[in-house]
């Protein structure tokens, strides 16, 4: 069947990034520096800049950058971590990792942590709180900073799905102790491959989180801490720093085809996403709510239009998180959310042809909810 409109289109991305990123991947391999060379070092530079903290430290993937800002915060076996219920399976993952316990919380009607809820979820053993900026838009961070303030406890932003987000007039990844971030190719900032980045205001946070992606060592065989190998290779940071140049550019057309959407919902009697006023939005996804799931996406399909589910099932009932013994009715709202969300085409190259056929599509499949 023909594609009409791809969920995301990343050749059309690369076709109009050619020219810049085939030079610098050429000159990482004429160099030879595949390993933390000057090109990772030149990207986290540049990032660190473009959030608006003084450090960054390029890693293999979002997990592992979740992972290794909480273990570089000394969070382990017999600490808790509150993570919202509703969010990709790798924010509970890398918490279980650690060795520590994810603590699941419910979401709020933005899809974000709900803040009135925290309380209800500390123990003793509560060390920390993961907002998950989902679907692009950062966490009202104000919430979260009183709690952990008062009670003690370490913020990690999971940054993954909001590159260039604002709250506040700040970017995304610059309010938390650390914050991770994924390169993964879908991405509003993606690789060419896997990446990642843990950002932080602190320099000795950032210094033992450097040691964790390499080995433990500062220099080359002496290792001071037992840790493996999580680092970003140069020729993703060379790829990621062209990027990067681009990434506000790509993220106002975001913006722009969300205008658009919501436009074509309301004409045809489809309530646009659900969010905050705030306009820092970056709309990795842009999510609906739908009556009849199936039908729309099978009438979607059948007109060449992909779309997806962020996330179908919640973290609380993957075979994974049985042992957290949550059954169903435990998250009413995420659970809820699970079974009506729908995620449309979303991607910078996207064209008005393309956002009319989607919503001529979904007018067409009578099976959404009415305002
Ligand atoms: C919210 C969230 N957290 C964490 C991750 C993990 O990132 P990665 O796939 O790079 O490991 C992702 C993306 O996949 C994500 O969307």
Redesign the pocket.
């Known amino acids: 069947m023909v594609t009409n409109v791809p969920f995301v289109d990343l050749k059309a991305q690369f076709r109009s990034l050619r020219d810049e990123i085939v030079p610098r991947v050429n000159a990482v391999m004429e160099d030879g520096s595949f390993i933390l060379g000057p090109d990772v070092k030149r990207f986290e530079e540049n990032f660190a800049a473009y959030v608006g903290v003084a450090h960054c430290v390029g890693v293999e993937?979002?997990?592992?950058?979740?992972q290794i800002a909480m273990e570089a915060l000394g969070i382990g076996a017999g600490d808790e971590v509150i993570v919202p219920a509703n969010?990709?399976i790798?924010?509970a993952i890398?918490v279980s990792a650690t060795g520590a316990r994810p603590v699941l919380v419910d979401i709020d009607e933005n899809y974000l942590i709900d803040p009135s809820l925290l309380e209800g979820a500390l123990t003793p053993s509560t060390k920390a709180i993961m907002p998950?900026?989902?679907y692009g838009q950062v966490v009202p961070m104000d919430a979260i900073a009183e709690f952990a303030k008062k009670h003690g406890l370490y913020v990690i932003e999971?940054a993954?799905?909001a590159h260039g987000a604002r709250w506040n007039g700040r970017r995304a990844g610059s309010f938390g102790d650390v914050a991770?971030f994924?390169?993964?190719p879908g991405?509003n900032l993606g690789a060419y491959g896997?990446?990642?980045a843990i950002v932080t205001g602190d320099a000795a946070l950032a210094e033992r989180i450097a040691l964790l992606r390499d080995f433990g060592q500062r220099k080359k065989y002496e290792h001071l801490v037992k840790a493996g190998n999580c680092r970003l290779d140069s020729l993703q940071a060379a790829v990621l720093d062209v990027k990067l140049t681009h990434l506000d550019d790509w993220n106002a057309a975001r913006r722009r085809h969300a205008v658009a959407y919501d436009a074509r919902l309301r004409e045809i009697g489809i309530v646009p996403p659900k969010r905050l006023s705030d306009q820092g939005h970056v709309y990795?996804l842009y999510v609906i709510e739908v009556e009849r799931r199936d039908a729309v996406i099978q009438a979607l399909r059948e007109r060449g239009i992909a779309t997806g589910i962020h996330y179908p099932i919640p973290i609380h009932l993957q075979p994974a998180y049985a042992d957290l013994q949550l059954g169903r009715g435990a998250f009413a709202r995420t659970e809820r959310a699970a079974d009506r969300i729908l995620s449309l085409p979303m991607f910078p190259e996207l064209t008005e042809e393309q956002i009319e056929l989607v919503g001529d599509a979904l007018a067409s499949s009578q099976a959404f909810a009415i305002a």
């Open positions: 993937s979002g997990t592992a950058a979740l969010t990709y790798a924010s890398a998950v900026h989902l999971d993954c799905q991770a994924s390169f993964y991405k896997d990446g990642g990795h």
